[in-house]
């Protein structure tokens, strides 16, 4: 019997265990999880001063990231206002719904305060902590019937030998 990869086995249970809205709720966070995560990675290096990354600046006001997400998020509205089905549930859609609402979701004080607090020490951390861990549990529970059947076929494969 041939040994097969954990990536084979996850894609063949991600077909399998998820029906298309479970495969997009997973999508979704993932995404929001992997560009929370990142962009948080980004904004630590550009205000250290490390790495290639820069401030996007147009005409002297800096682009906040918030602005990409709110285009993300209003070009994934059009698509579920006029989309047909299978673009509605197409992984390019849940990935840039997941992405968008995290480039919002990070900058939230911004939007809600509408001064830049972005680097406030006050709650930051907490904030980072507490978005990143829900984000992390949110894809969890969304990836739990693929992973439970990863593990399973895992068991399996051990067993015979």
């Known amino acids: ?6 990536i084979t086995d996850i894609r ?4 399998s265990e998820l029906d298309t809205g479970q495969q997009s709720a997973l999508i979704s966070w993932l995404a929001f999880t992997g560009t929370f995560g990142g962009v948080r990675g980004v904004t630590h290096a550009i205000r250290a001063g490390k790495g290639p990354f820069k401030n996007l600046s147009v005409g002297g006001e800096h682009l906040h990231h918030y602005m990409w997400g709110i285009g ?5 509205g059009a698509i579920a206002v006029k989309g047909d089905e299978a673009l509605r549930r197409h992984p390019a859609t849940a990935l840039a719904y997941g992405a968008g609402l995290a480039l919002i979701v990070d900058e939230f004080a911004l939007l809600l305060d509408l001064k830049d607090v972005y680097w406030a020490k006050e709650g930051r951390v907490s904030v980072d902590v ?3 861990g829900s984000s992390l549990v949110g ?4 990836g739990l019937p693929v992973i439970r059947e990863v593990a399973r ?7 015979k030998g």
């Open 72 to 76: 993300m998020l209003a070009g994934v």
């Open 12 to 15: 063949d249970a991600f077909g």
């Open 139 to 142: 894809t969890y529970f969304a």
């Open 153 to 159: 076929k895992r068991r399996a494969a051990r067993a």
């Open 1 to 6: 019997m041939e040994k097969r990869s954990v």
């Open 130 to 132: 507490g978005i990143g």
